[in-house]
């Protein structure tokens, strides 16, 4: 029997225990401990690559910039700059992670909707390649602090295309009703006014319409709207723009499993399950935009242009795995009353508790987040025993169904039978938004990161806390 979820050569069954790029995930959870999160640079690289098939669709140079709010431990940085791949962030926290982990200005892009002025001074002082402006106020500090500075600050404007997707509501950054960036006429304004700024450089403009988007067309509206506001601001302004910034976004496929997809919520599933290729929606966005150019006579707006891309879920979800162990088991009659039958087969609900919850998914509380779950040490048995599944925090909403009762996600995951306490299983495609987001809450250490090398070689890039660590900032 061939899982769904299996990846040749990076996520595999060998000898019924689940191997990450050949390494027994089983073993690993035993040597280092779990939580444990564990990330391969093959499906790093692999994924950079995917990406940057988009460079041959388009007829201009394409900058890809790793949005490291998805991931950003060293060890992930050095990866991703290593693949040649340059990066968002978006703070001066970031910036200066990238900065250390070897990026130059050249390769960073600034986003934010509350940046400081210090953050801004540590952008114009490595001259970055853009900051990508979220309001005119922030556009008048940029230039107070540029001209303080003597220097004059690449600027990018991120506008409000007005694109609603069937990502989750939380993850939707395009609407009117969003908080992020401005709307175009204040940014068609900017340009007039600012067009000979001796310290500002208005050099791009920039969107982004959501993370986890479903929808590949999503792409070639939001292009179009970019490239109409780009010939707007060249026939007011005479400015041509030298790059255009499509933001990130690309779906990751998190129900690969078959079974699992056919007892998901309909509502979600659309969502969690979305898949396509991102070149595809490039092409498709390119084309119309060049018919439209070629349309209005401006296809040497064009030209000398850089497309910019900056996904973060597309190159760090699955290339990331949460081994996790189960700590406790019990049983609990179904609350509820038409199927508590003392003749059904199953009369009760099995409960597993294991070592990871919110304070490392927090996805899973905030957007009632899917994470595929899979028994490490039977990866290759039947998933065909339901669970309710739970993490260790002291929070009634540290579950992994929905405990609101909405449907939003399977009440039940499916493992194989028996699970007893000390089982390690596997959460799939846990790279994106975790690690990035985790927290001490209930006094649990955070948990270590390996990386494995393309060499098959296995490297702790984050230690796993102690006792130290949970008080290592309190002063009193
Ligand atoms: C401005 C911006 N760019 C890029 C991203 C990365 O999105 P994703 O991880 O879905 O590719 C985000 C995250 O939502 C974002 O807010």
């Excluded at 949460?322 to 087969?345: D, G, H, M, Q």
Aim: net charge negative; proline share 4%; with cysteine.
């Amino acid at each position: 029997m061939t899982q769904t979820w299996v990846i040749e050569e990076f996520l595999e069954t060998k000898n019924n225990r689940l191997h990450i790029d050949g390494v027994n995930a089983d073993d690993l959870a035993r040597e280092r401990g779990t939580p444990l999160f564990v990330f391969s640079e093959n499906r790093i690289r692999h994924n950079i690559e995917r990406l940057r098939k988009s460079a041959s669709v388009i007829d201009c140079p394409l900058k890809l910039c790793y949005a490291a709010k998805a991931m950003s431990t060293m060890g992930i940085l050095r990866a991703i700059k290593d693949a040649e791949c340059d990066i968002e962030v978006n703070s001066g926290g970031e910036l200066w992670k990238a900065l250390k982990a070897g990026f130059t200005g050249d390769q960073i892009i600034f986003n934010g909707t509350s940046k400081e002025i210090w953050e801004i001074e540590l952008a114009i002082e490595n001259s970055i390649y853009a900051i990508q402006v979220d309001s005119i106020y922030e556009l008048f500090l940029i230039e107070e602090t540029a001209k303080r500075l003597n220097k004059r600050a690449n600027v990018s404007m991120r506008l409000v295309p007005e694109i609603k997707t069937g990502t989750h509501s939380g993850l939707q950054t395009a609407l009117l009703t969003s908080k992020f960036g401005m709307m175009p006429e204040e940014a068609f304004e900017a340009f007039r006014a600012h067009k000979d700024s001796p310290h500002l450089d208005l050099c791009g403009i920039h969107l982004h319409i959501g993370s986890q988007t479903p929808e590949a067309h999503a792409y070639a509206d939001a292009f179009q709207m970019l490239f109409e506001s780009m010939f707007r601001i060249y026939n007011e302004t005479q400015t041509k723009l030298k790059h255009i910034n499509l933001g990130g976004g690309f779906p990751v496929n998190y129900l690969r499993d078959a079974l699992h997809e056919s007892e998901f919520p309909d509502e979600q599933r659309e969502m969690f399950a979305a898949d396509f290729e991102p070149a595809n929606a490039v092409d498709d966005a390119w084309k119309l935009v060049k018919s439209i150019a070629t349309d209005v006579d401006a296809g040497h707006l064009l030209k000398d242009l850089t497309l910019l891309l900056e996904p973060g879920r597309s190159i760090i979800a699955d290339a990331g795995v949460c081994l996790t162990t189960v700590r406790n088991a019990k049983t609990r009659p179904f609350a509820n009353s038409e199927i508590r039958n003392p003749e059904s087969e199953i009369a009760a609900d099995s409960w597993l508790l294991v070592d990871a919850g919110f304070n490392n998914l927090l996805s899973m509380a905030t957007y009632h987040w899917y994470y595929h779950l899979i028994s490490a040490r039977r990866a290759g048995e039947p998933h065909d025993t339901p669970y309710k599944l739970a993490g260790p925090l002291c929070d009634g909403g540290d579950v992994y169904f929905d405990h609101e009762g909405h449907d939003r996600l399977p009440e039940h995951r499916l493992l194989p039978g028996n699970v007893q306490p000390g089982e390690v299983l596997a959460l799939l495609n846990a790279g994106a938004y975790t690690v990035a987001q985790e927290s001490q809450s209930n006094g649990r250490f955070l948990p270590a990161v390996v990386l494995i090398h393309e060499n098959g070689k296995v490297e702790l890039i984050r230690r796993r806390e102690t006792f130290d660590d949970l008080i290592s900032v309190d002063v009193l």
